[in-house]
């Protein structure tokens, strides 16, 4: 089962039509059809490593500031409190919470909205550790590759670029120099194979701190990189900064056709 990280960006792309949600619908419909999806949001991040693993995962409105339309726009996919399980066992010895509150939020919502309508896919989602660094992220996506074996697809949603207090709110605003190079360098450094990723170390590029003042946007990235196999294709289906410095990269791991 493929393994994708998509570009997320404003919550807004629920409501409107754009290259970035016709590509996410495209994705839905070429992809082979998973029995579950492992997703992994850049806005559950806090202390320790937890999963859904509820029935019926609630709708997170986690955003301030939008049309009351988002607000009542629900996605009510069932969770899968098997596949929660079988996650825990998957990462074992880490330890695992079997969580009972969470649900989707819109990291997870806003894109699977696009891709699966329907909303009749299990969707159970990982928390990132924000105490770990980088390597332990990826790590465990080298965990999580079986479970593409047994046919659950992995869906991971940040912003390889992601600096809000450096937004442009021109509606063509040009990208901002960095948030270009920080840029490039993810989409020239995503086909590596070898001992360690180069982009477990991403802090190091020169323009890191201005791409992600915080983390928690690009982890996400790591997991789907961490799970895929040697020699297995890798495609880029949508590209390009908006707002100057929030990044729509995507990335596909295996193969995108049914």
């Known amino acids: 089962m493929p393994a994708l990280f998509l570009g997320h960006g404003s919550p807004m792309n629920v409501l409107e039509e754009n290259l970035f949600t016709a590509r996410w619908q495209q994705l839905g419909q070429q992809l082979p059809r998973p029995k579950g999806i492992i997703a992994i949001s850049a806005h559950w991040y806090g202390k320790g490593t937890a999963v859904t693993a509820m029935e019926n995962p609630r709708t997170i409105h986690d955003f301030g500031g939008f049309p009351q339309a988002l607000f009542d726009t629900h996605y009510p996919a069932p969770g899968s409190p098997q596949l929660a399980t079988r996650i825990a066992e998957a990462l074992s010895p880490l330890e695992v919470q079997l969580d009972q509150r969470w649900g989707l939020d819109h990291g997870t919502w806003g894109v699977l909205i696009k891709m699966y309508p329907q909303a009749d896919i299990p969707v159970v989602q990982l928390s990132i550790d924000s105490t770990q660094p980088a390597a332990a992220h990826f790590a465990i996506g080298r965990r999580l590759s079986a479970l593409r074996d047994e046919g659950y697809m992995?869906?991971?949603?940040?912003?390889?670029?992601?600096?809000?207090?450096?937004?442009?709110?021109?509606?063509?605003?040009?990208?901002?120099?960095?948030?270009?190079?920080?840029?490039?360098?993810?989409?020239?450094?995503?086909?590596?194979?070898?001992?360690?990723?180069?982009?477990?170390?991403?802090?190091?590029?020169q323009a890191a701190e201005l791409a992600n003042p915080t983390p928690e946007h690009f982890l996400p990235l790591l997991y789907v990189l961490g799970s895929r196999y040697e020699h297995e294709p890798i495609s880029m289906p949508i590209d390009g900064i908006v707002m100057g410095a929030i990044s729509m990269l995507s990335v596909v791991i295996g193969k995108q056709n049914r």
């Open 154 to 205: 992995i869906v991971a949603s940040g912003n390889v670029v992601h600096n809000l207090r450096k937004m442009r709110w021109q509606e063509d605003a040009e990208a901002w120099p960095w948030a270009t190079a920080f840029n490039q360098y993810v989409k020239e450094h995503l086909d590596w194979q070898g001992e360690e990723h180069p982009l477990i170390n991403f802090e190091h590029h």
